[in-house]
């Protein structure tokens, strides 16, 4: 892809996904069933979208964190404390690609 | 060509639109929930859906059995645009194809029109 095309797609990107990742880490502070379907979407839509819009290792990032909160999901389990720091330090990650 | 993109996050119709219309050169009509996305097939009969699985309330399986179940939209083609979590499911719904997020914004267009040739 052209540079300025690519530009112009991370620039669209970037203040939206530093609002996701403000939300997460809100939603971090109480992860329980009603938290847990928010963190969900959130985190599929890291790994959807991150690389198309140039931040592959945010969608990288995006596939562990949806990876895990799936397998939670179909198996009606919620996270434990070591999962959460998990997920935390993943979103400091997140953060760190958008800068 | 018109496509009908019906997705929640606006992330993904942005970039589909940003991607089929501009380097595509194909019409983009969107819509942000499955509801509103089955109205709008009725009312554009687009040429192709590109249809999330991951949304809440009608998700991406149930828009899929109502555009089926309707006959203003039961011919119109449908492609999953789905993350790999959910490409399974999508694929065993039947759809006529399934891409995966996150897709390359300078290749969309042409793996539309492969899936629609094959």
Redesign the interface.
């Known amino acids: 892809?052209s540079d300025p095309?690519l530009e112009?797609?991370r620039e669209?990107?970037r203040d939206?996904a530093r609002v996701r990742v403000a939300e997460v880490e809100a939603l971090l502070e109480r992860v329980d069933a009603e938290t847990l379907p928010q963190l969900t979407?959130h985190f599929?839509?890291f790994?959807?979208?991150?690389?198309?819009?140039g931040f592959?290792r945010i969608?990288a990032l995006g596939?562990e964190l949806?990876?895990s909160i799936?397998a939670l999901v179909r198996s009606e389990a919620m996270p434990d404390a070591a999962t959460v720091a998990r997920w935390r330090d993943v979103m400091r990650e997140i953060a760190r690609e958008l800068c | 060509m018109k496509v009908l993109v019906i997705d929640d996050e606006k992330d993904v119709r942005f970039a589909a639109r940003f991607s089929l219309g501009r380097v595509g050169r194909m019409r983009v009509i969107e819509a942000a929930n499955g509801e509103d996305g089955v109205a709008r097939a009725r009312s554009e009969q687009p040429d192709l859906i590109l249809l999330d699985m991951m949304m809440p309330g009608m998700d991406g399986a149930a828009t899929f059995h109502a555009l089926r179940a309707d006959a203003r939209t039961a011919s119109i083609p449908v492609v999953f645009l789905t993350a790999k979590g959910m490409a399974a499911e999508a694929r065993e719904l039947g759809a006529r194809g399934v891409l995966l997020k996150p897709f390359n914004p300078m290749s969309l267009a042409s793996e539309i029109a492969a899936i629609l040739a094959s």
Not at chain 1, 47 to 53: F, L, N, Q, R, S
């Open positions: 892809m095309l112009e797609l669209q990107y939206g979407r599929h839509a790994a959807g979208m991150g690389a198309t819009y592959p969608s596939d949806e990876g799936l």
